[in-house]
């Protein structure tokens, strides 16, 4: 029971969860300009929790052949065969509805609207139409990733507004280069898949251009915040500092990669993290200073 319990955790891919909970709670402040209540807080996070964990879910059930294959994928409970297929498709749909209604009933409906859209696209968007299918998979499917702002300001709010859409795109210009940098060190990974992930089917030059592309127009963006959510100089003095920080280790990598060097990839991937929790902390902050 124990195993098959964990199984079912592992499907949710909790530490993927982690990462899109980092940007929900500064969205909740940002939207209330201070601190929402705990049970606001803790309702968004578990729901939100369940939501992810629904498409994770379903994602590991439709990707099951590919993961057997991929060697950071193979310890994965579908894999294993720890859950049957049925178990674990039964699972994302339960987790899905109890994720849409919690939403629904304890927050408001818009945030449970977003909630199952969020779902839906990951599932549908990414993991069924895009991903097998072309190399811009992340850029469009990551968007699903981009959600949990906009459901933690619709949760205080139960509207979205410009500054809500600007922390989606925050996260939006983000995910590909963060997500790039994982795809070049599983490289051989994918390519052994069938999945036409960036550096698979382009040159590690080409791909390191497109991660300096995408780190300007995140940075970009996040400056563009500013102005139109009033964050103040404290906001904009970090997001110059972290944005800088970033952008000099994408030129890092655009130049080693054209050196032939080791391009450290994975160096960009784990400051792409810090960056994100840094960015969202200085949003935090403001809202309750």
Known sequence: M??????YVALMKLRVVELLLITTVPAMMLAKRGMPSVWLIVVTLVAGTLSAGSANTINCYVDR????????????PLVRATVTPTEALVFGILLGIVSTLMFGL????PSALLSLGAISFYVFVYT???KRRTPSNIVIGGAAGCFPVLIGWSAVTGSLSWSAALLFAIVFFWTPPHFWALAMKFRDDYAAAGIPMLPVVASPETVTRRILFYAYGMVAV???????????WF??????AVGGWFLVEAHRIVR????????RAMHLFHMSITYLTLLFTAIAIVAVV
């Open 2 to 7: 124990n195993a098959k319990a964990r199984a």
């Open 65 to 76: 052949d590919i993961d057997q294959v991929m060697g950071r994928t193979r310890k994965r």
């Open 106 to 109: 304890l927050v408001n409906w």
């Open 128 to 130: 069924l139409g895009l």
């Open 222 to 232: 996040s400056l563009a915040l500013a102005p139109v959510a009033h964050t103040g």
């Open 235 to 240: 906001y904009l003095a970090s997001a110059i």
């Open 256 to 263: 080693r990669t054209a050196r032939g060097e080791d391009p």
